[in-house]
């Protein structure tokens, strides 16, 4: 998906699965990456982090269906 726009993002994994389901319920089609927090380098990692925020969730979605993905996560109650 080259013309993708982000619609969602949580550091929530309960919240990011809702907002995947609901996206796969309406036929949307979705893009997701996760970045982990914990890791700034090749060696380190991160003290004193809080676990549930560890992580940052990001859903993506064609430009044409952004409008609609919008809505459905909206009327999903996770947006």
């Known amino acids: 998906m080259i013309f993708r726009k982000e619609v969602y993002f949580t550091r929530d994994m309960e919240k990011y699965n809702r907002a995947k389901a609901a996206l796969a319920d309406h036929g949307i089609e979705y893009t997701s990456k996760s970045n982990p927090m914990t890791n700034p380098g090749r060696y ?22 952004e409008e609609k993905a919008e809505q459905v996560l909206r009327s999903a109650g996770v947006k």
């Open 44 to 65: 380190h990692g991160t003290p004193f982090i809080n676990a549930s925020a560890a992580y940052e969730y990001h859903l993506f979605v064609a430009r044409k269906e």
